[in-house]
């Protein structure tokens, strides 16, 4: 079932590479990891492999130098085909900050060995116990020492850290009642977790709702050598919001997948079960809310559309990103919902998978950033309306 023109747009042929790698991967395998909260080694060593996590490093890097768009289309079908990019989608959003920001020999350190599966960068610590959604009041400190930054704080909400070589770590280098504006004094490093895991950094699964290989991680004196700080000291909070914005373009397109498949498996159920005698499909009161749910997700997608066209014509796309992001989880829980609802008590079942799906895509209200701060920005930024907090 095609659900959208854009399926058939200028990434068909990778939206059906993916697809075909996907179906590899089928429900009985994503119900068995999240049973046991395990994470997708395989699916995850295959897209490697086939080169879609790699979409956005340079071909001089090894990789095939495309664009967000591209990048989108690799984890929209992934979510459209039941799988979950989750395990995977942080390479994606941190490339980014890496490729504006990082130096040439940066470059040529890491993004080969992330584009061949040498070296996995799926790890990005921002959030913090304390400061939460305050990113600016966030208290982990990298202190200059010799050659070396030595790091004590801690991180919360890490996910794939324990799956992860690399990550990228937002932390303070100047306290923040001694700069100017609280968003200076921020910095942004390159952490190689395999030379202080276990020793000067600790990390602790979170059991969650979904299975998600999140983490909280401490750091104990850690040294990071200076040459793994990204651009200049100081400045990192700014090499983050830039990456931030591409996350919830990609995040978006996750969910704008997540509501093609709920749509979808709502009308395939819609049009087999059978109760009073005629396919439950054939009542408005089932047909009605899928069909809103469509259009919703429509809307979304275009949505997405624009926020990642206007980010590869080098646009500041806050807003658009933002909007993209709130539109595409309010119509993936929606879809969600009804899915659910259309298939009545099996949709409670595990092995149709709706369940499964409709607690992973509740995620995307709140991480990487929730409703409440993308109306606050809209409202502030966009609109002129008083600073509310
Ligand atoms: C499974 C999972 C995976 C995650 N992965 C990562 C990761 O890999 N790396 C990472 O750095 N972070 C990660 N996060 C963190 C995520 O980005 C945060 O949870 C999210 O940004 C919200 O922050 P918080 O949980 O601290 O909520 P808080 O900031 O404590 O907010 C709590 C609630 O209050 C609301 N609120 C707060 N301030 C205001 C205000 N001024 N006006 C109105 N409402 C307000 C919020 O909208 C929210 O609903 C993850 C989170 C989860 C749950």
């Not at 040529?108 to 960068?121: M, T």
């Not at 093609?260 to 005629?278: H, L, P, S």
């Not at 950033?369 to 930024?381: D, M, P, V, Y």
Request: hydrophobic share 40%.
């Amino acid at each position: 079932m095609v659900l959208s023109p854009y399926d058939n747009d200028e990434f068909a042929e990778i939206r059906e590479g993916v697809r075909r790698l996907c179906v590899e991967f089928p429900g009985t395998y994503w119900r068995t990891l999240d049973e046991n909260r395990t994470y997708p080694t395989e699916f995850v060593r295959a897209l490697t492999d086939a080169g879609y996590l790699s979409i956005l490093i340079p071909e001089e890097y090894g990789g095939s130098g495309l664009g967000l768009s591209a990048a989108a289309a690799v984890l929209e079908t992934i979510q459209a085909q039941g799988c979950n990019a989750a395990a995977c989608h942080a390479q994606m959003y941190t490339m980014g900050t890496i490729l504006r920001h990082g130096s040439e020999e940066q470059k040529q350190a890491y993004l080969p060995k992330i584009a061949s599966g040498e070296l996995r960068l799926q790890a990005f610590g921002v959030t913090e116990p304390t400061s939460g959604t305050d990113t600016t009041a966030l208290r982990t400190f990298a202190k200059r020492v010799n050659g070396d930054y030595v790091i004590n704080g801690q991180k919360i909400w890490t996910s794939r850290a324990e799956h992860s070589d690399l990550m990228l770590l937002l932390a303070r280098t100047t306290p923040r009642d001694k700069v100017a504006k609280k968003t200076d004094g921020l910095s942004t490093f390159i952490v190689d977790m395999r030379d202080v895991v276990g020793k000067s950094l600790t990390i602790r699964p979170i059991r969650t709702m979904m299975n998600h290989a999140t983490t909280e991680i401490f750091f104990d004196n850690m040294h990071v050598p200076a040459a793994n700080l990204l651009g200049e000291e100081g400045k990192g909070f700014r090499y983050i919001l830039s990456g931030m914005n591409a996350e919830r373009v990609l995040i978006a397109s996750e969910c704008v997948g997540d509501a093609k498949w709920f749509t979808r498996t709502a009308v395939q159920y819609a049009n087999e079960r059978q109760v009073f005698g005629r396919m439950i499909g054939a009542n408005q009161g089932i047909q009605f809310p899928i069909a809103k749910a469509y259009a919703q997700m429509r809307a979304a997608e275009l949505m997405v559309k624009e926020a990642a066209r206007l980010y590869e014509d080098g646009k500041d796309i806050g807003a658009e990103a933002n909007m993209a992001k709130m539109l595409a989880a309010d119509a993936a829980w929606e879809a969600a919902n009804v899915c659910l609802q259309t298939h009545g008590g099996f949709g409670f079942a595990e092995e149709y998978d709706v369940e499964r799906k409709l607690r992973e895509t509740r995620l995307y209200q709140v991480a990487p950033i929730s409703t409440n701060l993308i109306l606050s920005f809209l409202a502030e930024h966009v609109l002129g309306l008083p600073r509310s907090y």
